[in-house]
């Protein structure tokens, strides 16, 4: 059971990782008008970079929430953590889908952005569910505001990443929500200030490379 347990694991990250994932949910951008075409060159790297960088935040989300629903105590919180990795699962397909659209695609580090955020979803998961569930809390705030900054950022006429973006911004808010009211902790500010530094260390690195 134990080994089972850990090879659908391993496989999930494998995944993860490389790309690999199909999302249960259709892109909200499935059948809508709009091709790459109808961006200019400089457009197209720009919602590349964007893109990009929302793809390795949903690597990162996997990892996040494996390990916190490897950690969690009670059996409630580790299935709600599977319900919103699930979920986050099709954000990163549709990120990957919408990266191939504009000709571009995810980067090698994405093994190292993993690793990363599975041990500090695997420590926060450790210390107790009420700061795991507040680490998720705040992870999602901060999701949303970067949403949000991408939503200012996209071309007008991307309407693809758009749709996108707005349904993942939905999501993250209501996973927020869950965290807060399944009992989640108030992390102290030193703790969001560092995760806020960790994110804009990923995202700029992450639009570039």
Not at 61 to 78: F, G, S, V
Not at 101 to 112: I, M, Q, T, Y
Not at 113 to 142: K, M, N, P
Not at 146 to 169: F, N, T, Y
């Amino acid at each position: 059971m134990f080994l089972d347990r850990m090879i659908a694991e391993f496989d999930h990250a494998l995944r993860a990782m490389t790309g690999v994932t199909r999302a249960a949910r259709p892109s909200p951008a499935a059948g809508l008008a709009g091709e790459p075409e109808a961006l200019s060159p400089t457009e197209r790297r720009h919602v590349a970079g964007l893109m990009r960088v929302n793809h390795v935040g949903e690597v990162c989300a996997q990892a996040l929430y494996q390990a916190q629903k490897l950690t969690a105590r009670a059996p409630e919180i580790r299935a709600a953590m599977a319900q919103a990795a699930r979920e986050e699962e099709d954000h990163l397909g549709w990120c990957a889908e919408r990266l191939h659209d504009v000709g571009a695609r995810p980067r090698l580090l994405n093994p190292l952005w993993y690793a990363g955020a599975f041990s500090i979803g695997w420590l926060a998961g450790r210390i107790g569910d009420r700061v795991s569930l507040g680490f998720v809390a705040e992870t999602e705030r901060q999701v949303e505001r970067h949403l949000d900054g991408h939503l200012d950022q996209l071309p007008a006429q991307d309407g693809k990443s758009r749709v996108i973006l707005e349904q993942m911004r939905a999501d993250e808010i209501r996973h927020g929500q869950h965290a807060i009211e399944a009992g989640g902790a108030t992390l102290p500010a030193p703790v969001r200030g560092a995760m806020a530094l960790a994110s804009r260390v990923m995202t700029s690195t992450a639009y570039h490379l």
